[in-house]
Protein backbone atom coordinates (compact mmCIF):
# COMPACT_ATOMS: atom_id res chain seq x y z
CA UNK A 1 0.00 0.00 0.00
CA UNK A 2 1.38 3.27 -0.96
CA UNK A 3 1.99 5.85 2.30
CA UNK A 4 1.05 9.30 3.11
CA UNK A 5 3.89 10.20 2.73
CA UNK A 6 4.51 8.25 -0.81
CA UNK A 7 1.60 10.22 -2.08
CA UNK A 8 2.87 13.65 -0.81
CA UNK A 9 5.90 12.67 -2.22
CA UNK A 10 4.28 12.70 -5.55
CA UNK A 11 4.36 16.20 -5.37
CA UNK A 12 8.13 16.71 -5.45
CA UNK A 13 8.71 16.71 -8.96
CA UNK A 14 5.90 19.64 -9.78
CA UNK A 15 7.56 21.87 -7.50
CA UNK A 16 11.03 21.18 -9.20
CA UNK A 17 9.74 22.01 -12.21
CA UNK A 18 7.69 25.30 -10.51
CA UNK A 19 10.93 26.38 -8.99
CA UNK A 20 11.84 27.11 -12.27
CA UNK A 21 9.31 29.19 -13.43
CA UNK A 22 7.86 32.28 -11.35
CA UNK A 23 4.68 33.46 -11.38
CA UNK A 24 5.21 36.08 -13.15
CA UNK A 25 6.50 34.45 -16.28
CA UNK A 26 3.41 31.40 -15.63
CA UNK A 27 1.42 34.59 -16.26
CA UNK A 28 2.95 36.38 -19.40
CA UNK A 29 2.74 32.89 -20.93
CA UNK A 30 -0.90 32.26 -20.48
CA UNK A 31 -3.55 35.06 -20.55
CA UNK A 32 -6.39 32.95 -19.56
CA UNK A 33 -4.61 32.06 -16.29
CA UNK A 34 -7.30 33.76 -14.07
CA UNK A 35 -10.13 31.74 -16.32
CA UNK A 36 -7.91 28.55 -15.96
CA UNK A 37 -7.11 29.05 -11.84
CA UNK A 38 -10.45 30.68 -10.46
CA UNK A 39 -13.58 29.12 -9.45
CA UNK A 40 -16.72 29.96 -7.83
CA UNK A 41 -18.99 28.37 -4.96
CA UNK A 42 -22.63 30.01 -6.09
CA UNK A 43 -21.74 34.14 -5.88
CA UNK A 44 -18.14 33.39 -4.03
CA UNK A 45 -15.14 33.85 -6.24
CA UNK A 46 -12.31 32.37 -5.34
CA UNK A 47 -8.87 33.58 -7.64
CA UNK A 48 -5.87 30.63 -6.90
CA UNK A 49 -4.49 31.70 -10.06
CA UNK A 50 -1.55 33.81 -7.73
CA UNK A 51 -0.45 30.85 -6.97
CA UNK A 52 3.10 28.48 -7.93
CA UNK A 53 0.86 26.00 -9.80
CA UNK A 54 0.29 25.25 -13.43
CA UNK A 55 -2.31 22.63 -14.61
CA UNK A 56 0.00 19.25 -14.09
CA UNK A 57 0.93 20.49 -10.76
CA UNK A 58 -3.15 21.05 -9.84
CA UNK A 59 -3.86 17.62 -11.70
CA UNK A 60 -1.23 15.73 -9.03
CA UNK A 61 -2.96 17.50 -6.53
CA UNK A 62 -6.56 16.43 -7.39
CA UNK A 63 -4.98 12.95 -7.68
CA UNK A 64 -3.05 12.82 -4.65
CA UNK A 65 -6.40 13.90 -2.85
CA UNK A 66 -8.77 10.62 -4.53
CA UNK A 67 -5.94 8.54 -3.60
CA UNK A 68 -5.74 9.71 -0.10
CA UNK A 69 -9.59 8.70 0.03
CA UNK A 70 -10.99 12.29 1.15
CA UNK A 71 -14.74 11.51 -1.13
CA UNK A 72 -14.47 8.52 0.90
CA UNK A 73 -14.30 10.10 4.06
CA UNK A 74 -16.71 13.06 3.30
CA UNK A 75 -19.01 10.42 2.55
CA UNK A 76 -18.31 9.01 5.50
CA UNK A 77 -18.75 12.47 7.62
CA UNK A 78 -22.37 12.52 5.18
CA UNK A 79 -23.47 9.37 6.34
CA UNK A 80 -22.77 10.27 10.25
CA UNK A 81 -20.23 7.63 11.15
CA UNK A 82 -18.04 7.60 13.78
CA UNK A 83 -15.04 9.35 12.14
CA UNK A 84 -13.89 11.15 15.52
CA UNK A 85 -12.38 7.63 16.64
CA UNK A 86 -10.38 8.20 19.43
CA UNK A 87 -13.73 9.86 20.83
CA UNK A 88 -15.92 7.23 19.21
CA UNK A 89 -18.55 10.10 17.83
CA UNK A 90 -19.80 10.67 14.84
CA UNK A 91 -18.91 14.84 13.38
CA UNK A 92 -22.36 16.01 12.89
CA UNK A 93 -22.34 19.96 12.29
CA UNK A 94 -23.41 19.96 8.81
CA UNK A 95 -26.67 19.00 10.37
CA UNK A 96 -26.99 21.87 12.46
CA UNK A 97 -27.75 23.96 9.38
CA UNK A 98 -29.36 21.35 7.18
CA UNK A 99 -32.02 22.87 5.05
CA UNK A 100 -35.21 20.63 3.58
CA UNK A 101 -36.85 17.40 4.05
CA UNK A 102 -34.01 14.72 3.65
CA UNK A 103 -33.21 12.89 6.91
CA UNK A 104 -29.67 13.16 8.48
CA UNK A 105 -28.39 10.48 10.29
CA UNK A 106 -26.78 10.04 13.18
CA UNK A 107 -26.02 7.17 14.92
CA UNK A 108 -29.33 5.34 13.09
CA UNK A 109 -31.87 8.77 14.19
CA UNK A 110 -32.70 11.11 12.08
CA UNK A 111 -31.54 14.30 14.08
CA UNK A 112 -33.11 17.00 12.34
CA UNK A 113 -36.40 17.04 14.99
CA UNK A 114 -34.27 17.25 17.65
CA UNK A 115 -31.83 19.88 15.62
CA UNK A 116 -35.03 22.08 14.44
CA UNK A 117 -36.87 21.74 18.21
CA UNK A 118 -33.81 23.59 19.79
CA UNK A 119 -33.64 26.00 17.38
CA UNK A 120 -37.26 26.95 17.79
CA UNK A 121 -36.48 27.15 21.35
CA UNK A 122 -33.96 29.60 20.31
CA UNK A 123 -36.19 31.62 18.01
CA UNK A 124 -38.98 31.72 20.68
CA UNK A 125 -36.29 33.30 23.18
CA UNK A 126 -34.73 35.43 21.24
CA UNK A 127 -38.41 36.86 19.66
CA UNK A 128 -39.57 37.50 23.71
CA UNK A 129 -36.17 39.06 24.69
CA UNK A 130 -36.10 41.43 21.47
CA UNK A 131 -39.90 42.13 22.35
CA UNK A 132 -39.66 43.23 26.00
CA UNK A 133 -41.85 40.20 27.04
CA UNK A 134 -39.54 38.20 28.70
CA UNK A 135 -37.93 40.74 31.05
CA UNK A 136 -35.73 41.02 34.49
CA UNK A 137 -36.58 40.25 37.56
CA UNK A 138 -37.59 44.25 38.10
CA UNK A 139 -39.32 44.27 34.87
CA UNK A 140 -36.68 45.73 33.24
CA UNK A 141 -36.28 45.04 29.28
CA UNK A 142 -32.47 43.35 28.50
CA UNK A 143 -30.37 45.94 26.92
CA UNK A 144 -26.98 43.98 27.10
CA UNK A 145 -26.28 40.20 26.33
CA UNK A 146 -23.63 38.79 28.12
CA UNK A 147 -22.45 35.53 26.71
CA UNK A 148 -19.88 33.47 29.28
CA UNK A 149 -18.43 30.85 27.68
CA UNK A 150 -14.32 30.10 26.14
CA UNK A 151 -12.71 28.50 23.07
CA UNK A 152 -15.63 26.90 21.07
CA UNK A 153 -18.42 27.90 22.84
CA UNK A 154 -17.29 31.95 22.76
CA UNK A 155 -15.13 32.33 19.75
CA UNK A 156 -17.88 31.46 17.32
CA UNK A 157 -20.28 33.91 18.32
CA UNK A 158 -17.87 37.18 19.32
CA UNK A 159 -16.50 36.69 15.55
CA UNK A 160 -19.75 36.47 13.90
CA UNK A 161 -21.34 39.23 16.14
CA UNK A 162 -18.73 42.01 14.89
CA UNK A 163 -19.15 40.81 11.50
CA UNK A 164 -22.85 41.35 11.32
CA UNK A 165 -23.06 44.55 13.46
CA UNK A 166 -24.76 45.93 10.91
CA UNK A 167 -27.97 44.18 11.48
CA UNK A 168 -27.50 44.65 15.27
CA UNK A 169 -30.53 45.96 16.55
CA UNK A 170 -28.85 49.39 18.20
CA UNK A 171 -30.79 48.99 21.72
CA UNK A 172 -29.40 45.60 22.10
CA UNK A 173 -25.70 44.69 22.90
CA UNK A 174 -23.41 41.39 22.71
CA UNK A 175 -20.72 40.91 25.40
CA UNK A 176 -18.67 37.64 25.09
CA UNK A 177 -16.51 37.01 28.78
CA UNK A 178 -14.08 34.11 28.01
CA UNK A 179 -10.83 34.93 29.91
CA UNK A 180 -10.18 33.76 33.86
CA UNK A 181 -8.26 36.69 34.22
CA UNK A 182 -10.63 38.80 36.37
CA UNK A 183 -9.81 41.56 34.18
CA UNK A 184 -12.44 40.29 31.73
CA UNK A 185 -15.16 40.14 33.52
CA UNK A 186 -14.84 42.98 35.63
CA UNK A 187 -14.42 45.06 32.29
CA UNK A 188 -17.23 43.92 30.90
CA UNK A 189 -19.52 44.61 33.96
CA UNK A 190 -18.02 47.65 34.15
CA UNK A 191 -20.97 50.42 33.46
CA UNK A 192 -23.67 47.42 32.82
CA UNK A 193 -27.03 47.91 34.76
CA UNK A 194 -27.59 44.29 36.09
CA UNK A 195 -31.51 44.89 35.80
CA UNK A 196 -31.12 44.78 32.08
CA UNK A 197 -28.27 42.30 31.77
CA UNK A 198 -28.95 39.28 30.70
CA UNK A 199 -26.08 36.09 31.27
CA UNK A 200 -25.78 33.10 28.91
CA UNK A 201 -23.41 30.01 30.53
CA UNK A 202 -22.07 28.43 27.29
CA UNK A 203 -20.40 25.15 28.04
CA UNK A 204 -21.25 21.99 26.39
CA UNK A 205 -19.74 20.30 29.33
CA UNK A 206 -20.54 22.68 32.06
CA UNK A 207 -17.36 22.38 33.80
CA UNK A 208 -14.99 24.14 32.30
CA UNK A 209 -12.99 26.15 34.97
CA UNK A 210 -12.88 29.57 33.16
CA UNK A 211 -16.30 29.44 32.35
CA UNK A 212 -17.57 28.34 36.25
CA UNK A 213 -15.65 30.74 37.53
CA UNK A 214 -16.90 33.79 35.57
CA UNK A 215 -20.50 32.40 35.81
CA UNK A 216 -20.09 32.08 39.48
CA UNK A 217 -18.78 35.80 39.45
CA UNK A 218 -21.77 36.79 37.63
CA UNK A 219 -24.56 34.90 39.64
CA UNK A 220 -22.99 36.84 42.58
CA UNK A 221 -22.80 40.16 40.84
CA UNK A 222 -27.00 39.42 39.59
CA UNK A 223 -27.70 38.11 43.55
CA UNK A 224 -25.51 41.13 45.05
CA UNK A 225 -27.23 43.52 43.29
CA UNK A 226 -30.64 42.50 42.53
CA UNK A 227 -31.25 39.66 45.08
CA UNK A 228 -31.28 35.61 44.97
CA UNK A 229 -34.19 35.37 43.64
CA UNK A 230 -33.26 37.22 40.41
CA UNK A 231 -30.77 34.82 39.57
CA UNK A 232 -33.25 33.01 37.10
CA UNK A 233 -34.36 35.46 35.30
CA UNK A 234 -31.05 37.04 34.54
CA UNK A 235 -29.34 33.47 33.54
CA UNK A 236 -29.82 31.29 30.94
CA UNK A 237 -27.46 27.90 29.52
CA UNK A 238 -26.25 26.60 26.51
CA UNK A 239 -25.09 22.80 27.53
CA UNK A 240 -25.54 19.70 26.89
CA UNK A 241 -25.05 19.07 30.67
CA UNK A 242 -28.78 19.41 32.05
CA UNK A 243 -28.53 18.70 35.16
CA UNK A 244 -25.65 21.13 36.52
CA UNK A 245 -27.36 23.92 34.97
CA UNK A 246 -30.07 22.91 37.12
CA UNK A 247 -27.28 23.06 40.12
CA UNK A 248 -26.40 26.57 38.89
CA UNK A 249 -30.18 27.57 39.48
CA UNK A 250 -31.11 28.13 35.75
CA UNK A 251 -34.53 26.99 34.41
CA UNK A 252 -35.29 24.61 32.25
CA UNK A 253 -36.82 26.15 29.66
CA UNK A 254 -33.95 28.43 29.59
CA UNK A 255 -31.26 25.33 28.82
CA UNK A 256 -30.72 24.88 25.19
CA UNK A 257 -28.68 21.87 24.54
CA UNK A 258 -26.72 20.66 21.44
CA UNK A 259 -25.13 17.06 21.39
CA UNK A 260 -21.65 15.03 21.80
CA UNK A 261 -21.54 15.00 18.10
CA UNK A 262 -20.77 18.87 17.97
CA UNK A 263 -17.59 19.77 18.51
CA UNK A 264 -16.82 22.81 20.54
CA UNK A 265 -15.12 24.84 17.46
CA UNK A 266 -17.80 23.35 15.03
CA UNK A 267 -20.71 24.54 17.64
CA UNK A 268 -21.87 28.31 16.46
CA UNK A 269 -24.32 26.85 14.42
CA UNK A 270 -26.19 25.18 17.50
CA UNK A 271 -27.53 26.50 20.77
CA UNK A 272 -24.38 28.30 20.91
CA UNK A 273 -25.76 30.76 18.46
CA UNK A 274 -28.34 32.04 21.10
CA UNK A 275 -26.70 35.54 21.22
CA UNK A 276 -26.48 35.78 17.91
CA UNK A 277 -30.46 34.88 17.75
CA UNK A 278 -30.83 37.58 20.17
CA UNK A 279 -28.79 40.23 19.38
CA UNK A 280 -28.99 40.18 15.76
CA UNK A 281 -32.56 38.74 15.14
CA UNK A 282 -32.95 34.74 14.54
CA UNK A 283 -33.93 35.43 10.92
CA UNK A 284 -30.21 36.74 10.84
CA UNK A 285 -28.82 33.18 12.70
CA UNK A 286 -30.83 31.49 10.52
CA UNK A 287 -29.63 32.92 7.30
CA UNK A 288 -26.28 32.56 8.73
CA UNK A 289 -27.37 28.55 8.48
CA UNK A 290 -28.67 28.51 5.17
CA UNK A 291 -25.21 30.24 3.86
CA UNK A 292 -23.72 27.50 5.20
CA UNK A 293 -25.57 24.90 4.43
CA UNK A 294 -25.39 25.88 0.45
CA UNK A 295 -21.43 25.42 1.24
CA UNK A 296 -22.22 22.43 1.83
CA UNK A 297 -23.94 21.31 -0.77
CA UNK A 298 -21.34 22.52 -3.05
CA UNK A 299 -18.73 21.02 -0.96
CA UNK A 300 -20.53 17.49 -1.31
CA UNK A 301 -21.51 17.76 -4.83
CA UNK A 302 -19.18 19.91 -6.67
CA UNK A 303 -16.70 17.29 -8.46
CA UNK A 304 -12.73 17.91 -6.91
CA UNK A 305 -11.65 20.21 -9.79
CA UNK A 306 -14.12 22.85 -9.17
CA UNK A 307 -14.67 22.36 -5.31
CA UNK A 308 -13.50 25.52 -3.73
CA UNK A 309 -12.55 23.99 -0.04
CA UNK A 310 -11.12 20.98 -1.99
CA UNK A 311 -8.98 23.35 -3.80
CA UNK A 312 -7.70 25.58 -0.53
CA UNK A 313 -7.04 22.19 1.07
CA UNK A 314 -4.96 21.21 -1.47
CA UNK A 315 -3.10 24.65 -2.04
CA UNK A 316 -2.83 24.47 1.86
CA UNK A 317 -1.16 20.36 1.35
CA UNK A 318 1.17 22.42 -1.36
CA UNK A 319 2.69 24.83 0.47
CA UNK A 320 3.15 23.02 3.53
CA UNK A 321 4.50 19.65 2.25
CA UNK A 322 5.96 19.56 -0.87
CA UNK A 323 7.38 23.48 -0.09
CA UNK A 324 7.74 23.37 3.76
CA UNK A 325 5.96 26.42 4.83
CA UNK A 326 4.91 26.61 8.27
CA UNK A 327 2.32 29.68 8.20
CA UNK A 328 -0.47 30.58 6.85
CA UNK A 329 -2.17 34.22 6.71
CA UNK A 330 -5.72 35.20 6.45
CA UNK A 331 -6.02 38.59 5.38
CA UNK A 332 -9.48 40.08 5.31
CA UNK A 333 -9.82 43.24 3.72
CA UNK A 334 -13.26 43.82 5.61
CA UNK A 335 -12.85 45.19 8.91
CA UNK A 336 -16.26 43.64 10.71
CA UNK A 337 -13.83 40.57 9.72
CA UNK A 338 -11.49 41.24 12.85
CA UNK A 339 -11.69 38.26 14.87
CA UNK A 340 -12.05 35.96 11.52
CA UNK A 341 -8.01 34.93 12.04
CA UNK A 342 -8.73 34.77 15.71
CA UNK A 343 -11.53 32.14 15.03
CA UNK A 344 -10.04 30.03 12.27
CA UNK A 345 -6.44 29.95 14.49
CA UNK A 346 -8.46 27.87 17.03
CA UNK A 347 -10.48 25.92 14.01
CA UNK A 348 -8.02 24.82 12.15
CA UNK A 349 -4.82 24.81 14.22
CA UNK A 350 -7.25 22.73 16.82
CA UNK A 351 -8.26 20.24 14.22
CA UNK A 352 -4.93 19.79 12.17
CA UNK A 353 -2.21 20.46 15.36
CA UNK A 354 -1.93 16.57 15.11
CA UNK A 355 1.45 14.70 14.90
CA UNK A 356 -0.53 10.64 14.61
CA UNK A 357 -2.44 9.19 12.07
CA UNK A 358 -5.66 7.89 12.45
CA UNK A 359 -4.19 4.32 13.63
CA UNK A 360 -1.49 5.90 16.40
CA UNK A 361 1.50 6.21 14.24
CA UNK A 362 4.00 9.20 14.32
CA UNK A 363 3.61 11.12 11.21
CA UNK A 364 6.46 11.66 8.93
CA UNK A 365 5.10 14.69 7.41
CA UNK A 366 4.14 18.23 8.41
CA UNK A 367 0.61 18.76 9.28
CA UNK A 368 -1.77 21.79 10.11
CA UNK A 369 0.20 25.40 9.41
CA UNK A 370 0.41 27.85 11.67
CA UNK A 371 -2.57 30.05 10.98
CA UNK A 372 -2.27 34.00 12.10
CA UNK A 373 -4.29 37.41 10.23
CA UNK A 374 -5.62 40.77 10.79
CA UNK A 375 -7.69 43.18 8.48
CA UNK A 376 -5.84 44.67 5.96
CA UNK A 377 -5.13 47.27 5.83
CA UNK A 378 -4.04 47.45 9.21
CA UNK A 379 -2.01 44.54 8.27
CA UNK A 380 0.04 46.46 5.46
CA UNK A 381 1.85 49.06 8.12
CA UNK A 382 2.74 46.05 10.21
CA UNK A 383 3.81 42.98 9.27
CA UNK A 384 3.41 42.63 5.47
CA UNK A 385 7.50 43.75 5.39
CA UNK A 386 7.91 40.16 6.29
CA UNK A 387 5.16 38.68 3.59
CA UNK A 388 7.11 40.86 1.01
CA UNK A 389 10.76 40.78 1.91
CA UNK A 390 10.96 38.44 4.64
CA UNK A 391 13.12 35.07 4.52
CA UNK A 392 10.09 32.95 5.12
CA UNK A 393 7.04 32.65 2.16
CA UNK A 394 3.68 32.90 3.98
CA UNK A 395 0.97 31.62 1.90
CA UNK A 396 -2.10 34.16 1.88
CA UNK A 397 -6.27 34.51 1.71
CA UNK A 398 -7.35 37.84 1.18
CA UNK A 399 -10.76 38.41 1.75
CA UNK A 400 -12.83 40.92 0.36
CA UNK A 401 -16.13 42.02 -0.61
CA UNK A 402 -17.43 43.95 -3.63
CA UNK A 403 -20.17 45.95 -1.95
CA UNK A 404 -19.64 47.47 1.57
CA UNK A 405 -22.64 48.04 3.62
CA UNK A 406 -21.74 51.68 3.90
CA UNK A 407 -22.34 54.23 1.18
CA UNK A 408 -19.31 56.75 1.94
CA UNK A 409 -17.05 56.59 -0.86
CA UNK A 410 -13.89 56.48 -0.97
CA UNK A 411 -13.56 54.11 1.17
CA UNK A 412 -14.55 50.79 0.00
CA UNK A 413 -12.74 51.63 -3.39
CA UNK A 414 -9.85 52.69 -1.84
CA UNK A 415 -9.96 49.26 0.29
CA UNK A 416 -10.42 47.08 -2.86
CA UNK A 417 -7.47 48.63 -4.61
CA UNK A 418 -5.23 47.73 -1.70
CA UNK A 419 -6.04 44.34 -1.75
CA UNK A 420 -5.58 43.77 -5.63
CA UNK A 421 -2.54 46.03 -5.19
CA UNK A 422 -1.05 43.25 -2.28
CA UNK A 423 -1.82 40.17 -4.51
CA UNK A 424 -0.31 41.78 -7.38
CA UNK A 425 3.02 42.61 -5.47
CA UNK A 426 3.03 39.33 -3.73
CA UNK A 427 3.00 37.88 -7.08
CA UNK A 428 4.91 40.15 -9.31
CA UNK A 429 7.49 41.62 -6.74
CA UNK A 430 10.01 44.26 -8.30
CA UNK A 431 12.99 43.33 -10.37
CA UNK A 432 16.56 45.07 -10.14
CA UNK A 433 15.97 46.49 -13.49
CA UNK A 434 12.67 47.76 -12.33
CA UNK A 435 14.44 49.19 -9.17
CA UNK A 436 17.27 50.80 -11.39
CA UNK A 437 14.96 52.27 -13.22
CA UNK A 438 12.73 53.75 -10.82
CA UNK A 439 15.82 55.30 -8.91
CA UNK A 440 17.77 56.62 -12.00
CA UNK A 441 14.04 58.54 -12.71
CA UNK A 442 14.16 60.17 -9.36
CA UNK A 443 17.89 61.40 -9.94
CA UNK A 444 19.99 59.32 -7.52
CA UNK A 445 23.61 58.63 -8.13
CA UNK A 446 24.81 55.70 -9.66
CA UNK A 447 26.65 54.69 -6.10
CA UNK A 448 23.30 55.49 -4.09
CA UNK A 449 21.24 53.63 -6.27
CA UNK A 450 23.89 50.45 -6.10
CA UNK A 451 23.54 50.73 -2.40
CA UNK A 452 19.66 50.65 -2.32
CA UNK A 453 19.01 48.34 -4.59
CA UNK A 454 19.13 45.43 -3.01
CA UNK A 455 16.71 46.99 0.11
CA UNK A 456 14.48 48.10 -2.54
CA UNK A 457 14.36 44.31 -4.11
CA UNK A 458 11.17 42.43 -3.88
CA UNK A 459 11.72 38.26 -4.93
CA UNK A 460 7.80 37.71 -5.88
CA UNK A 461 6.71 34.85 -6.72
CA UNK A 462 4.72 34.72 -3.13
CA UNK A 463 1.36 33.23 -3.22
CA UNK A 464 -2.16 34.31 -2.28
CA UNK A 465 -6.07 33.36 -3.15
CA UNK A 466 -8.56 36.14 -3.25
CA UNK A 467 -11.85 35.11 -1.83
CA UNK A 468 -14.33 37.72 -3.15
CA UNK A 469 -18.14 37.78 -2.43
CA UNK A 470 -21.03 40.40 -3.04
CA UNK A 471 -21.81 41.54 0.52
CA UNK A 472 -20.66 40.44 4.09
CA UNK A 473 -24.35 39.43 4.35
CA UNK A 474 -25.56 36.73 7.34
CA UNK A 475 -25.12 34.18 4.42
CA UNK A 476 -21.78 35.06 2.78
CA UNK A 477 -20.36 34.63 6.15
CA UNK A 478 -21.80 31.81 7.03
CA UNK A 479 -21.02 30.36 3.66
CA UNK A 480 -17.30 31.75 4.64
CA UNK A 481 -16.94 29.98 8.23
CA UNK A 482 -18.75 26.42 6.62
CA UNK A 483 -15.80 26.98 3.54
CA UNK A 484 -13.33 27.29 5.85
CA UNK A 485 -14.45 23.75 8.13
CA UNK A 486 -14.52 21.52 5.15
CA UNK A 487 -10.84 23.30 4.00
CA UNK A 488 -9.96 21.88 7.56
CA UNK A 489 -11.37 18.63 6.88
CA UNK A 490 -10.25 17.95 3.29
CA UNK A 491 -6.52 18.61 5.22
CA UNK A 492 -6.99 16.20 7.68
CA UNK A 493 -8.48 13.42 5.81
CA UNK A 494 -5.37 13.84 2.95
CA UNK A 495 -2.68 14.08 6.39
CA UNK A 496 -4.30 10.52 7.72
CA UNK A 497 -5.34 12.80 11.12
CA UNK A 498 -8.10 12.93 13.56
CA UNK A 499 -9.31 16.71 13.16
CA UNK A 500 -12.25 16.54 15.68
CA UNK A 501 -10.42 15.43 18.89
CA UNK A 502 -8.12 18.20 20.95
CA UNK A 503 -6.12 16.05 23.06
CA UNK A 504 -3.44 18.35 23.13
CA UNK A 505 -5.48 20.85 25.41
CA UNK A 506 -5.19 18.41 28.20
CA UNK A 507 -1.98 18.18 29.80
CA UNK A 508 -2.55 22.43 30.97
CA UNK A 509 -5.43 21.97 32.08
CA UNK A 510 -4.37 18.98 34.59
CA UNK A 511 -1.36 20.39 35.68
CA UNK A 512 -3.08 23.83 36.52
CA UNK A 513 -5.21 21.55 38.91
CA UNK A 514 -2.59 20.10 40.47
CA UNK A 515 -0.77 23.77 41.07
CA UNK A 516 -3.97 25.58 42.08
CA UNK A 517 -3.82 24.87 45.93
CA UNK A 518 0.00 25.03 45.87
CA UNK A 519 -0.39 28.78 44.07
CA UNK A 520 -3.71 29.53 46.75
CA UNK A 521 -0.68 28.68 49.38
CA UNK A 522 -2.97 25.50 50.53
CA UNK A 523 -0.64 22.83 49.61
CA UNK A 524 3.44 23.02 50.10
CA UNK A 525 5.36 24.52 47.18
CA UNK A 526 6.97 20.83 46.20
CA UNK A 527 7.31 18.17 43.43
CA UNK A 528 7.94 20.04 40.22
CA UNK A 529 10.71 21.17 38.61
CA UNK A 530 13.13 23.56 39.69
CA UNK A 531 11.86 26.20 37.00
CA UNK A 532 8.10 25.64 38.25
CA UNK A 533 9.33 25.67 41.83
CA UNK A 534 11.09 28.78 41.63
CA UNK A 535 8.52 30.69 39.83
CA UNK A 536 5.59 29.48 42.32
CA UNK A 537 7.84 30.69 45.33
CA UNK A 538 8.49 33.97 43.22
CA UNK A 539 4.69 34.47 43.03
CA UNK A 540 3.93 33.30 46.62
CA UNK A 541 6.38 35.58 47.92
CA UNK A 542 4.77 38.64 46.12
CA UNK A 543 0.87 37.82 46.28
CA UNK A 544 -1.29 39.80 48.40
C1 LIG B 1 -13.36 23.00 20.86
C2 LIG B 1 -12.84 22.63 22.15
C3 LIG B 1 -12.83 23.73 23.18
C4 LIG B 1 -14.14 23.93 23.91
C5 LIG B 1 -13.88 24.76 25.15
C6 LIG B 1 -15.12 25.04 25.93
O1 LIG B 1 -13.47 22.27 19.92
O2 LIG B 1 -13.46 21.49 22.56
O3 LIG B 1 -12.41 24.97 22.66
O4 LIG B 1 -15.08 24.54 23.07
O5 LIG B 1 -12.94 24.10 25.95
O6 LIG B 1 -15.72 23.87 26.35
P1 LIG B 1 -17.16 23.86 26.98
O7 LIG B 1 -18.13 24.34 25.95
O8 LIG B 1 -17.42 22.46 27.41
O9 LIG B 1 -17.12 24.82 28.16
Known sequence: MTSRKQLLDTLNPHKARLDLKPMRQLFAEDPDRFERFSVRAGDLLLDYSKNRIDAGAMAALFALARQAGVEERRAAMVAGDHINTTEDRAVGHMALRHQGDRPVRIDGNNVMAE???????????????????????????????????????????????????????????????????????????????????????????????????????????????????????????????????????????????????????????????LSLAIVLGFD?????????????????????????????????????????FSTHAVLPYDQRLSRFAAYLQQQDMESNGKSVTLSGAAVDYPTGPIIWGEPGTNGQHAFYQLIHQGTDVIPVDFLVAARPHEILPPHHDK???????????????????????????????????????PHKLFPG???????????????????????????VFVQGAIWDINSYDQWGVELGKQLAKALLPKVEGHAPAEGHDSSTLGLLRAYLAQKD
Request: glycine share 10%; hydrophobic share 50%.
Open 415 to 453: LVANVLAQAEALMRGKSETEVVAELTAQGLDPARIKALV
Open 115 to 273: VRGVLARMAGFADAIRAGDVRGATGGRFTDIVNIGIGGSDLGPAMVMLALEPYRRTDLRAHYVSNVDGAHITDTLKGLNPATTLFIVASKTFTTDETMTNAATARAWIAEELGEGAVTAHFAALSTNLGACAQFGIAADRIFGFWDWVGGRYSVWSAIG
Open 284 to 324: VFDAVLKGAYEMDQHFVTAPLEANVPVIMALLGVWYRNAFG
Open 461 to 487: NRPSNVLMYPKLTPERLGSLIALYEQK
